[in-house]
């Protein structure tokens, strides 16, 4: 019996749009096998339909050659199927250990026997090389320990075949290294896996065949051994990606932001940011790369105004704005793309229109003496929409029904329009597909064609080399290192994000 | 179907299935269905005079609405609309009675301290709900007692010398009309009405024209983008339960200046602060809306007082159904989906 | 009032018929009470049931009927129903409907109104009032001399000019009896909290206070709550309660043992009901005495104090000394005073 | 009156106040565990008082002295039947959940004087007979000092209410069940990746809550009021959600704030008489118990979270 999983002419609608069309995968025993598409293809779909989250109108799946019907994640446990959520499924009050057992406590008596379960943990993890706390506050642990209580979670209902939707999106290189590694010891204990990632370069590293849908539709499957990131990539949008981000050489020009000997803390009242120094030059994309964790967040947050900094001192183009309010600091001439574009970029319940003028409403010609113009503000809207190519059914759409990364090119129109000296992009590709990352890469490289500074924060070291023009490297609060990208590789940058001791980077110019 | 069309169709239903289950409640129950309503229409329209009461007790409904309404849109819940009208009402009665100013200008600064009361009372809540993100709800609650204790307090103790009640107001103060009572056989009908509709005007424009609003609401929906798009969240809170609570306010004015022209001493809540939170969902948190639910309820309110009497039905029975139909568009889900398929029946 | 022409058949065949031509017909507005509060919304109810009897009406349009009130502002809307029901004579119960009945009285001058405890002067308005703290003084008489400890309580619901009559005239009798008695006042703050009353009981019980008068609607119902729990549960100990208003014997039962016990000694009588009916027979005779103000004490029997229970010691004496105190108060010798302020100048002799 | 003399008093008073909160208040603890607000405990307690006091009086002559425990079991099957509307609207049907906890007070008060008003042709019911008393819990009331603060003049149902809130802790925080009640409160898309049923456990908490919040109100009636009427139950509903609240949603948290309401409550009646208190005006101590909620909530628990899902539906995939 080769495959362990089939799906065969699988079929999902939700209202008004077709998830998934007659899919077909299929997975053999020990094999990593790649789920590859765009954002919305409706890989997360067929996953939820495997799994038995949502059924499926048509089609039909087979474990281990005989037809099944998986109505609800019970089903799929005991088909030892498991599945590593994109946005994890933890409960965060709870222990690791609590979230484990969870609907399959053991028990001694009525009482749970937590002790006992501890003791099994520890063995699984022990077994898997899954280094975990058990007795951890879900809320108390990094990203990537979440994870592998993910896949324990998993492990522990026996699961033989593992889908992983997206896992490598909120990791740190570390992190993802670690995965793979923990992919690979899994197949070798006979498990087969389902990975869906956006990143081809994980998918050639360790994937063995790659299935990939187009718009719900099955595009095909290949052998990762006889393709290449081009074709895959081509495969998946339907069309030639280029890679690597065109762009001319940067001129950049005086200082428009300067950051010196900030201190900031968390909320937790530990310094997270330590004695910071750094500058961004009009005509340039500085690029901040750091393992999650290092102060990136609270910098940030210090030089927009939505977290009061401790000491130092902070200029936008000569002038200070440390601990003003962040209106004053949006008018000083920033924009800022945040990190969570749900939480802080949009009113998810205001149309699309009303959140253009996020910042700018009090202004005319949006409103005068206090009122608001309502032609003016979709008439913005409207335009921004098609700029930027905003797919919504219209500018009074609720932004909420706005896939992900339409939303985050919503923000970008709106922070890019706004024509601000410096444009904060805080993880700004986050989650989206390769053509929406390059959309948006453009777009920061002609602000800064255009003259303005942009700050570039993400996790993603590829992006980093891509886009950036110079790249401070930040370690516990402290920029660590500045290196010019065209002159430095991912293993440099690996070993300087993870604090070993800089070497002569030093002789990199423009400190 | 359009969801526009929906957002009506809704409050219909579930005021008609509301209708219908207390229809069924009289029928099992051995009542006349059919002579409590006729009851119940006589005792709101039947007569003149009765049209003039409704309107009277539409005037607080609206209000009450407009209050819980306005916190909901800006996303708060003031379940203390009992207590800041109550503080409304008692200041309201407070200047009627202890100052001597000429008529109208005595009315208007009666009304304006209600209103300011109701504000300043709400005050509490949206204060700390700001700065010690202290739930709404809970201190609302906690807020309706101390309103009602207080006020009491004052009333005997401050306002009267050990009496159940103030004096009547001056009358300056009144919003009673001669006019308005000839013009309705005597009802008690003032012109509390007016200010009431003016209110309505005014929570729709600020809402949805000015900047302010924008602000209110987009605190409402989510206060981390606002932060971030550099609005004062804290100032949007408060200011947004203080508004909803000078809506309160006024509505114990209609009471205080329209209705009785004096404050008592209460046992226990006037039911408008809850009345109103059923006002504001049937009216779908809008300003027609709550205006279309303050007359139904009012309707059905001053009409059930005439059930007992005529059809020998228990005015409970309009509780029920004012409760039921809370139910109903509370659960609109359920109403929606029942649309949807009646509608897909029709396409197919 | 108003001749009805189909019902004259009726009316001839025979006395118990539903109306006659000249029907009299009385409402009452009751407050939120309802017309078994068994307080003086019941009173008032069974006065207008007495009086339908006796003249031969049933409830009804046509001969007399009640509207319960739900909130204070339901008052006038329900005085103007009635009014415009064409209900001869309409009564609002209790000085809440003070306002009500003096607007709706100037409006609807066809109709006639009575008003208990308070005073509305209109033409068409009699205003009923009580000398309740001749039936307290009695309540006070007999406390004190059921008394072992000593220590009386008296539980009122709210400082209102009612109440402080009751709590003027029960200290009043005590003091006539015993002027060394103690007299524990204590205000619930409201006139239908249990709660608040079975704790005031409590505490006053267990302070060694034996005997507790209350005049304080439902909210006594937690006196008579905590009376019963103690009886119950230490049968020998002296706990006794008095009722207000009508006589609430029947809440005082406690069975122990498979017997029964009472630990209601009396009630202070009010008698809204014999007030209401006689009032009723008055107008249904074109004597209605509007405009003025009736005050009903002992001598008119609108105040009195129910039977003594049995199980009082001191019974027989109880007996004897209320029925002398009694016949001075109706023969003039004793004016029991209505205010602290007069009680201080108070003395029997 | 010496300060013993006022513990024995007010002890005892505290006692009796806290029972129907303590109740009340586990029962909404389930429910917004679970996830679901319930601002309708105190129609549950309005339907759980009234559903006590006719069953009292239809059978105190059956049932003898087992009456008030048979009504109180009563009360509770009713006031679960209430909640199933909670239920119904707030998890199948997606209702706003606090508007439909509103619904379910107007509902009770309406439906408990309608049917009143049915049976008994009147207002508000007799007074029942068979009511909890008084006792002095054997042996424990002689244990010198503590028995007589603790243990007399009491009442069963208040040590019942205590047991009740330590059985609730355990359930809440050391069985499976109360695991996944918690989980489904916390990440109810989590909870259903894990194969629990998240409707099934909503509903168990809020039949929960509608059990005990009957409980709640037939122990306020039969103990307390010894009738119905309209103002049985008058804001005791809302009391035991502030318990539930200031104890930081957990049991044993519920049944201490219970009993510092009710402590607060007796102190702000009896106070009036107390030597120490006699001077302040009585508003200050009926408004005690609020304003110091309130300060407890802004000082000390002000940072307490409620469960994470609390208030929003499940819908089935959404994200
Ligand atoms: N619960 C839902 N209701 C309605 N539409 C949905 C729902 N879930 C998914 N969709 C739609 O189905 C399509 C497929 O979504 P899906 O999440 O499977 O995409 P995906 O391939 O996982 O995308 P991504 O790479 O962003 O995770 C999308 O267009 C989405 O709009
Ligand atoms: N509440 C909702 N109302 C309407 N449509 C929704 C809703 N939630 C999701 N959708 C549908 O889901 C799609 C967005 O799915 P999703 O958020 O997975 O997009 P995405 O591109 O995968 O973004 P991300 O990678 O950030 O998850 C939209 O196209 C929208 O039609
Ligand atoms: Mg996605
Ligand atoms: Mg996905």
Known sequence: MEYVIEMLGIRKEFPGIVANDNITLQLKQGEIHALLGENGAGKSTLM????????????????????????????????????????????????????????????????????????????????????????????????????????????????????????????????????????????????????????????????????????GVGIGTVNVSETNPNELASLMVGREVTFKTEKADAKPAQSVLEINGLIVKDSRGLTAVNSLNLDVKAGEILGIAGVDGNGQTELIEAISGLRKS?????????????????????????????????????????????????????????????????????????????????????????????????????????????????????????????????????????????????????????????????????????????????????????????????????????? | MSNRVKNIIVPIMAVILGMLVGTIIMIVTGYDALAAFTALWNGAFGEIYYTGEVIRQVTPLILAGLSVAFAFRTGLFNIGVEGQL??????????????????????????????????????????????????????????????????????????????????????????????????????????????????????????????????????????????????????????????????????GAMEGLGTFGYASIKGGFTGVGFDGIAVALLGGNGPIGVILAALLFGALKVGALNMPLEAGVPNELVDIIIALIVFFVAASYMIRLFIDRISKKGVK | ACGKAEEENNAAEGGNTETTEDAFTVAMVTDVGGVDD????????????????????????????????????????????????????????????????????????????????????????????????????????????????????????????????????????????????????????????????????????????????????????????????????????????????SDQTAEGVVEIDGKEHNVIITSALKRVDNAVKDLSLKAKDGDFPGGETITYGLSEDGVGLAPINEEVAAKADIETAVADFSEKIKNGDLVIPSTLEELKSFSVQ | MGFMD?????????????????????????????????????????????????????????????????????????????????????????????????????????????????????????????????????????????????????????YVAIIVAFIAWFVMFKTPFGLRLRAVGEHPMAADTMGINVTKMRYIGVIISGALGGIGGGIYAQSISSDFSHATISGQGFMALAALIFGKWHPLGAMGAALFFGFAQSLSIIGSSLPLLENIPNVYLLIAPYILTILALTGFIGRAEGPKALGTPYIKGNR
């Open chain 1, 310 to 511: 401790e000491s130092g001192s902070i200029q936008l183009n000569g002038k200070e704005i440390r601990n003003l309010p962040p209106r004053k600091i949006t008018e000083a001439g920033t924009g800022h793309i945040p990190q969570d574009r749900h939480k802080h970029g949009l009113v998810l319940d205001f149309p699309i229109g009303e959140n253009m003028v996020l910042q700018t409403y009090y202004k005319t010609p949006f409103s005068k003496t206090g009122v608001l113009n309502f032609k003016q503000i979709y008439q913005k809207a409207k335009s921004l929409i098609q700029e930027f190519d905003v797919r919504t059914p219209s500018e009074f759409t609720l932004a909420r029904a706005l896939s992900g990364g339409n939303q985050q090119k919503a923000i970008i129109g709106r922070e890019v329009d706004r024509n601000p000296d410096l444009l904060i992009a805080a993880q700004p590709t986050r989650g989206l597909d390769v053509g929406a990352i390059e959309f948006i890469h453009k777009r920061l490289i002609e602000q800064r064609d255009n003259g303005k500074a942009v700050l570039l924060l993400s996790f993603e070291l590829d992006e980093i080399l891509n886009v950036s023009d110079r790249i401070a490297v930040i370690y516990e609060g402290e920029i660590v290192a500045i290196v010019n990208p065209k002159e430095t590789t991912e293993q440099e940058l690996g070993l300087l994000m993870a604090g070993s001791k800089q070497k002569e980077v030093g002789e990199q110019t423009n400190v």
């Open chain 2, 86 to 251: 109550i503080v409304g009402w008692l200041a309201a009665v407070w200047v009627g009675v202890a100052f001597e100013l000429p008529a109208v200008i005595h009315t208007l600064v009666a009304v304006i301290a209600s209103g300011v009361a109701g504000a300043l009372w709400a005050f509490i809540p949206g204060l700390l709900k700001a700065k010690f993100r202290v739930h709404e709800v809970i201190v609302t609650i906690m807020l309706n007692y101390t309103a009602l204790h207080v006020t009491n307090y004052i009333i005997r103790s401050v306002l009267s010398e050990k009496s159940d009640r103030t004096e009547m107001i001056k009358e300056t103060a009144t919003l009673r009309s001669s006019f308005l009572e000839g013009l309705t056989d005597y009802s008690r009908l003032h012109w509390g009405i007016v200010i009431a509709l003016i209110a309505v005007f005014i929570m729709w424009f600020l809402l949805e024209k000015t900047t302010r609003g924008y602000e209110l609401r987009s605190v409402g929906f989510n206060q981390h983008a606002s932060h971030y798009a550099g609005m004062n969240v804290d100032k949007n809170i408060i200011l947004s339960m203080v508004i909803s609570g000078a809506f309160a306010g006024l509505a």
């Open chain 4, 6 to 158: 006022i513990l024995y008093i007010v002890i005892p008073s505290t006692l009796l106040w806290a029972a129907p909160l303590i109740f009340t208040a586990l029962g909404g603890n389930f429910s917004e565990r679970s996830g679901i607000v319930n601002i309708g405990l105190e129609g549950l307690m309005v339907i759980g008082a009234f559903s006590a006091i006719v069953f009292n009086l239809a059978f105190d002559q059956t049932l003898g002295n087992l009456t008030p425990w048979v009504s109180l079991l009563v009360a509770m099957v009713v006031g679960a039947l209430l909640s199933v509307l909670h239920a119904v609207a707030s998890i199948t049907f997606r209702a706003d959940q606090t508007v439909s906890g509103v619904a379910i007070n107007l509902l009770a008060v309406g439906a408990a004087l309608f049917l009143v008003k049915l049976f008994y042709g009147k207002g508000q019911t007799d007074i029942i007979q068979k009511g909890f008393s008084k006792i002095d819990i054997p042996v424990l009331s002689d244990i010198p000092v503590l028995g007589k603060l603790f243990f007399s003049n009491t009442y069963y149902t208040s």
């Open chain 3, 38 to 245: 068994k307080s003086f919304n019941q009173s008032a109810w069974e006065g207008l049931q007495a009086y339908g009897e006796e003249v031969g009406l049933e409830k009804g349009k046509d001969g007399f009927d009640y509207l319960q009130s739900q909130s204070d502002a339901d008052y006038s809307t329900n005085l103007n129903t009635l009014a415009r029901q064409d209900f001869d004579l309409i009564f609002g119960i209790g000085f809440l409907m003070e306002g009500a009945i003096k607007e709706i009285a100037a409006q609807q001058k066809e109709s006639n109104f009575g008003i208990v405890d308070a005073l509305v002067e209109e033409p068409n308005v009699v205003s009923i009032m009580f000398k309740e703290q001749e039936a307290a003084f009695l309540a006070g008489v007999a406390a004190a001399k059921a008394t072992t400890s000593n220590k009386i309580g008296f539980l009122g619901g709210m400082e209102i000019p009612v109440i402080e009559r009751f709590e003027t005239g029960f200290k009043a009798g005590v003091a006539a009896v015993n002027p060394d008695i103690t007299v524990d006042v204590q205000y619930a703050g409201a006139f239908d909290k249990a709660e608040v009353g079975q704790t005031i009981a409590s505490s006053m019980y267990s302070k060694g206070i034996d005997v507790i008068f209350h005049a304080a609607g439902g909210t006594g119902n937690g006196l008579f709550k905590e009376a019963r729990d103690l009886k119950k549960k230490e049968p020998e100990r002296q706990v006794w309660a008095i009722g207000v208003d």
């Open chain 1, 48 to 215: 939820n339909v495997l799994f038995g989250l949502y059924q499926p109108e048509q089609g039909e799946i087979r474990v281990r050659g005989k037809a099944v019907k998986i109505t609800n994640p019970n089903i799929a446990n005991d088909l030892g199927i498991g599945m590593v959520h994109q946005h994890f499924m933890l409960v965060d009050k709870f222990t690791v250990t609590e979230n484990i057992i969870l609907g399959k406590e053991t028990k001694s008596g009525l009482k749970i026997d937590l002790k006992k379960a501890e003791q099994e943990v520890r063995e699984i993890s022990e077994r898997y090389g899954l280094a975990v706390d058990p007795q951890a506050k879900i809320a108390d642990i990094s990203v990537g320990m979440q994870q592998r209580v993910e896949i324990l979670k998993t492990l522990y209902r026996g699961a033989e075949i593992l889908i992983f939707d997206e896992p490598t999106a909120v990791l740190t290189p570390q992190e993802i290294k670690e995965l793979i590694q923990i992919m690979k010891t899994l197949i070798k204990e006979g498990k087969s896996i389902i990975l869906i990632t956006h990143k081809l370069k994980e998918i050639m590293e360790v994937c063995d065949r790659c299935t990939v849908i187009r718009k």
